[in-house]
């Protein structure tokens, strides 16, 4: 096993009771924990949350890029990393997929769409090392990295948990990590989380691209 699950219990007391049912989706890299994302209601599972902030960040390019940068945008943000062995790859080949076939289906929909990666493993995830990973997913998908205090910040403002991990003996090391895909409005504010599969439901795929493609033609206005 690559990673272990963090304590729930220890981490409630500092989030906003609103958010509280997110910690249901915290996953280790490896771990394969998930759960359906998608909403029902009108306004979205996060409308009033306290999730996102301004911040100022380095993307795959080396150019800094403020949260302010995409007002007006909605934005589908991914926290993760490049080394990731498992559950980053596919949940992102499974978000890009899904906002492929919205942007063939609703291209002018679908050009109001900002999706990004946020790193959590700053040391290793540097703008050469996101800018071909990202590519690998979708031409729109940007990368972002920064330093060491710039992703604690943004980890907490976003209401995400991470934790590097080395195991005893080994020369690299995993981190885990909430798994928290969210999508946000054009004015920054937290809209609902993006599907991903919970593998604790073999017979039901949560994630897949044409559930996020459905989730997208719902939210994106």
């Not at 800018?131 to 979708?138: E, M, R």
């Not at 995993?174 to 895909?181: E, K, Y």
Request: hydrophobic share 40%; glycine share 8%.
């Amino acid at each position: 096993m690559a990673g272990r699950a963090m304590n729930k219990d220890a981490k409630a007391s500092a989030l906003p009771l609103l958010i509280l049912p997110m910690l249901a989706l915290l996953a280790a890299c490896n771990m394969g924990v998930g759960g359906n994302a998608s909403s029902e209601s009108v306004q979205g599972d996060l409308a009033g949350a306290r999730i996102g902030a301004s911040f100022t960040l380095t993307n795959q390019d080396g150019k800094p890029t403020r949260w302010e940068d995409f007002k007006g945008q909605y934005r589908i943000v991914y926290f993760g990393y490049t080394y990731c062995p498992d559950v980053c790859p596919v949940d992102l080949q499974r978000i890009m997929q899904g906002f492929a076939r919205f942007e063939k289906e609703k291209p002018a929909l679908a050009a109001k769409v900002q999706p990004m990666l946020i790193s959590v493993d700053p040391k290793r995830d540097t703008p050469a090392v996101l800018k071909t990973y990202v590519a690998a997913f979708h031409p729109r998908l940007i990368g972002l990295t920064g330093t060491d205090a710039q992703i604690a910040k943004v980890a907490k403002d976003f209401v995400v948990i991470y934790n590097p991990e080395k195991a005893e003996g080994a020369s690299g090391y995993l981190v885990s990590h909430s798994r928290t895909p969210y999508l946000f409005d054009g004015d920054g504010k937290p809209v609902a989380l993006v599907p991903v599969d919970d593998p604790s439901t073999a017979d039901v795929d949560e994630g897949a691209p044409d559930k996020v493609q459905a989730f997208l033609g719902k939210w994106i206005k």
